[in-house]
């Protein structure tokens, strides 16, 4: 009963956030260049971009744009790989300035001391760091058998600065599924406080690759083990806001699930596109920040994230959970979006019944 | 501001506060923003003119900042009750050679501007 009221009213808030429309988190992909090539990658990014980096002051007159600067605001570069652009603390310093916050997303690879200083002294705030298994699996995914040394590195260097707020990243596959207990305890070795779960959603390099997508059996499993974790404060972990996840809705995250591209999230991608989350289909994008006035774009358009009434086609027009799901992430509606990439609910209630 | 009352209302009841402080799917956590700016500049007290390569860190912490040609360092830390910042010459000759000095900051609620002025050794 009380399940249901909460889910009642987190509705109501839903289509009230919804309606809002604040623009809380805005991602810039700042390059799509990439010193890794990682097998699960979404974005397909390599070494040599088709793509030059975006001129930081491209970005900084965009954002000069938005009127009324929303309750914490907060700018994350991510890619490709943000550090191999040698001016992200110009573009951090800038956005302070702005009384902006900013954070990074990175893949370790390149955050050593020096860096960890100079974006600190820039004003970093946030920042998020993949781990995708024990050594080997970890070297596996991300395709380069230093990167597992490097990003530990990095971990202990954001352990050791109150100042960032930082977690850790994990793409579950086959490969690493059975070793999380085990990362679990690696983390908490090294003063890590929280710690987020992905799947791998079959897009990009990801799609040709069965090793990398988990077996319904092992999304359960998956799902109990994060349920299981959250029982003891040791390490926040949770399970990322990928997708709708029934039962388990309430037991995984501290919320229920609420896909918040286009709504609270936008993006501007390499090419000045502005859309929201950066692995959302492109073809979704709102506008250009090199033809358009972004925040103008922000406020008038994004008519497609905030009514997610189209997405009950294909699996989900008949689903009696659409009204809490809405279609899942919005990042698994690809191609010519007749129906739903993923459903991670499906995969659940797959396993309940054999 | 009602609107705002009734938002977090309605989001207390439905779960919890952390609705209103979300992190995206392929994002980082939420910054709460615990810094300051520290800047300033660096002079001779002798001859009063700026000194570059002054090596000013934050002191039981690694960060740190060289002085630029002007003498001036800008940078943001943590905020603490108080702050000891050390300013060093390391450089040798190269730019003059000074006394270090450290400088207790308190009452840091506020970002903090510093004129420092080395002795000659």
Known sequence: MLSSVKKYVFRKFRDSETKRHELNYLFWECTTRCNLNCLHCGSDCSKDSLHPDMPAEDFLKAIDTIKNIPQNFTVVFTGGEPLLRKDIEFCGKELRKRGFKWSIVSNGHLYDKERHISLLNAGIGALTISLDGLKESHNWLRNNEKNFDKVINAIELASSSHRINFDIVTCVNQRNINELQQIRELLISKNAKAWRLFTIIPIGRAAHNSDLLLTDNQFVQLMDFIVECRKSKEIDVKFSCEGYVGKYESLVRDSYFFCRAGINIGSILIDGSISACPNIDRTFSQGNIYTDNFYEVWKDKFQVFRNRKWTKIGQCESCKDFKDCLGNGFHNWHGGKKNVLVCHNEKIEKNAKN | ?121
Do not use: H, W
């Open chain 2, 1 to 121: 501001m009602k609107r705002n009352i009734l938002r977090k209302i309605i989001g207390g009841i439905s779960l919890t506060s952390v609705m209103f402080v979300f992190q995206a799917c392929y994002g980082t956590p939420q910054d709460f923003g615990f810094d300051l700016l520290v800047q300033g500049q660096v002079k001779s007290k002798t001859s009063g003119l700026p000194i570059k390569g002054i090596k000013v860190s934050v002191v039981n912490n690694m960060q740190y900042e060289m002085t630029d040609e002007e003498g001036r360092f800008s940078f943001y830390t943590e905020r603490f009750g108080s702050l000891k910042l050390r300013f060093q010459d390391i450089d040798s000759t190269e730019n003059g050679l000074y006394i270090n000095k450290d400088t207790i900051l308190t009452d840091l609620d506020r970002n903090v501007y510093l004129a420092i002025d080395l002795e000659e050794k």
